[in-house]
């Protein structure tokens, strides 16, 4: 089973809706969670950490659900400028897998006019 | 600027000759890894460093050797690329670790024949 799982999509969506992206992770020992955003072929950027208490960043809300292992992020008002691949990413710093991260495979988000 | 540095950029080479992609970072930064990126297998990473002279195997280690004599480089090495090491790599650093935002350098093609 992969560490980290994300509904590759791609999701295809107009201008203002809102779309949500889901992400589980396997390692229930892991600490630190984050969504961070690649546009085609050019390096990923943090778009935001995700805490335990859920955390909004203007249009962007994270959401952690420790007991079910999943992340999930919400877009919403969506921009042309939002179409990218978003990336779920985990760590793990505990035992032997101290100091690896685990990347999702991205979920592609399309924004038409 | 603060930045991660990646030389070259595209490389086309052949199986078995060895080659050298070239990691800096100009933020002090102690965590330095390597991923690589293959469509439909998202970012694996392939070593990494805590600081200098401590280095570890990631997920897909198998074909690549780094070495960390200096806080600010982490070269990949490619003792005998093979076509099956043809992808997009992609150097990060972070401050101290795993648990903060990691920076990505541009990337680097390589193309294996």
């Known amino acids: 089973r992969k560490e980290v799982e994300q509904d590759p999509g791609p999701f295809n969506v107009p201008e203002g809706a809102t779309v949500a992206f889901n992400c589980t992770y396997s390692?229930?020992?892991?600490?630190?969670f984050f969504w961070y955003r690649q546009d085609c072929r050019k390096e990923p950027k943090l778009l935001m950490s995700?805490?335990?208490s859920g955390n909004e960043d203007g249009r962007f809300t994270a959401q952690l659900n420790r007991a079910s292992q999943y992340i999930s992020l919400l877009i919403r008002d969506s921009k042309l400028s939002d179409s990218a691949t978003y990336l779920c990413?985990?760590?793990?710093?505990?035992?032997?897998?101290?100091?690896?991260?685990?990347f999702g495979r991205g979920t592609q988000l399309t924004v038409w006019p | 600027e603060a930045q991660v540095t990646q030389n070259p950029r595209y490389l086309i080479t052949v199986t078995g000759k060895k080659l050298t992609v070239t990691c800096s970072q100009n933020m002090n930064h102690e965590y330095m890894s390597w991923y690589r990126q293959d469509p439909g297998l998202g970012l694996r990473q392939i070593y990494y460093s805590m600081n200098v002279e401590v280095t570890d195997k990631g997920d897909v280690p198998e074909g690549y050797k780094v070495s960390r004599k200096e806080k600010r480089n982490f070269p990949l090495i490619l003792e005998s690329p093979s076509p099956n090491q043809t992808s997009l790599y992609f150097c990060a650093s972070s401050y101290r670790g795993i648990s903060e935002t990691q920076y990505f350098g541009p990337g680097t093609r390589l193309l294996v024949l």
């Open positions: 995700v805490y335990s």
């Open positions: 390692n229930s020992a892991s600490q630190s």
């Open positions: 990413v985990v760590n793990s710093d505990r035992g032997s897998t101290l100091g690896r991260l685990y």
